[in-house]
């Protein structure tokens, strides 16, 4: 169930499978759109910012420039 511990468990698990680099990065994605998709269920601001932007950090470890701009943006403001 959606809640603000089970989106940020997916958080760090996606944070965690990016330092290892065992997954995908569109697995790594998923995950991330998952909890940002349950944090604006729940219309939990912190949460979705800092699934947000995990998801900018991933697009700048990719040199997606543009998109980890977008993202890191978004998950400022």
Request: glycine share 4%; aromatic share 8%.
């Amino acid at each position: 169930p959606a809640s603000r511990v089970s989106i940020y468990a997916r958080v760090n698990f996606a944070q965690s499978l990016m330092k290892i680099g065992s997954a995908s990065t569109p697995n790594i994605i998923q995950v991330l759109e998952t909890a940002i998709n349950q944090s604006r269920t729940l219309q939990d601001q912190r949460a979705e910012s800092y699934a947000v932007g995990t998801l900018g950090t991933l697009y700048e470890n990719l040199k997606d420039w543009s998109n980890a701009k977008k993202f890191t943006t978004t998950a400022l403001s």
